[in-house]
């Protein structure tokens, strides 16, 4: 089944400890990107990546790293979380540029850092 | 930059009636212009797309939205409300110069019966 898988699906932790969301697709998509949801403030996009070794910050790229060794991973690193960054985190893919192409989206990652 | 408003956060509709979302977006390019929807406890799944050419498009579930340059509008419409339509609905832009989405608030959708 084509889709975008993401662990853990939830997580509560502590200012300070670093934590990484993981984040696979197995649909060879060149293009996958983070976003993070927040009520009343819709989604917003961290950083994308276009290709492997590829990436780009988005609107919100304060506080977290990315990586894309391999075309179908794109871990999200935050190294010293804070308390504003408790949200619902969402991975996507789109296959080709990702301009005009639908993105595919995770189930969700809800965090909460104490 | 571009930019997507979403006017109304909630909107309650009768089963059977027009729903009626709405989004305007401001962009220095020609957008390509989305609608998702996001079920509870879910991701996010394309409704509909608009790129180029026929400014009507038909999307999945009976949505449709219709491109309107002149009012930088691309608003989601349903002839008739389901009680399984009752999601969170998104616009969103983006521009083929660049590879960023701008997401609109969101629309929550409530269908009584």
């Known amino acids: 089944e084509a889709q975008v898988t993401q662990n853990p699906r939830y997580l509560i932790t502590v200012t300070g400890k670093k934590l990484t969301v993981t984040c696979s697709q197995n649909m060879n998509h060149e293009y996958m990107s983070w976003y993070r949801q927040d009520p009343g403030l819709g989604l917003r996009q961290i950083y994308y990546s276009m290709n492997v070794e590829v990436t780009d910050k988005g609107d919100v790229p304060e506080g977290y790293k990315v990586s894309r060794k391999e075309k179908r991973n794109f871990p999200l690193i935050l190294e010293s979380p804070s308390p504003n960054q408790t949200s619902l985190y969402f991975c996507a893919s789109s296959p080709l540029r990702g301009s005009y192409n639908e993105q595919f989206f995770g189930p969700g990652t809800r965090l909460t850092v104490l | 930059a571009q930019s997507v408003t979403q006017l109304g956060s909630h909107v309650s509709v009768s089963e059977g009636a027009l729903v009626l979302l709405r989004c305007n977006y401001s962009?220095?390019?020609?957008?390509?212009l989305f609608w998702y929807v996001q079920y509870p406890n879910q991701g996010l799944q394309l409704l509909l797309k608009?790129?180029?050419?026929?400014?009507l498009v038909k999307g999945i579930n009976g949505f449709e939205a219709e491109f309107k340059k002149s009012e930088t509008s691309f608003h989601l419409t349903k002839p008739s409300a389901h009680m399984s339509d009752a999601a969170e609905y998104f616009c969103a832009v983006s521009v083929n110069t660049g590879n960023q989405f701008y997401f609109g608030t969101g629309t929550s959708l409530t269908v009584i019966p």
């Open positions: 608009y790129t180029t050419g026929a400014t």
């Open positions: 962009s220095s390019v020609p957008p390509y």
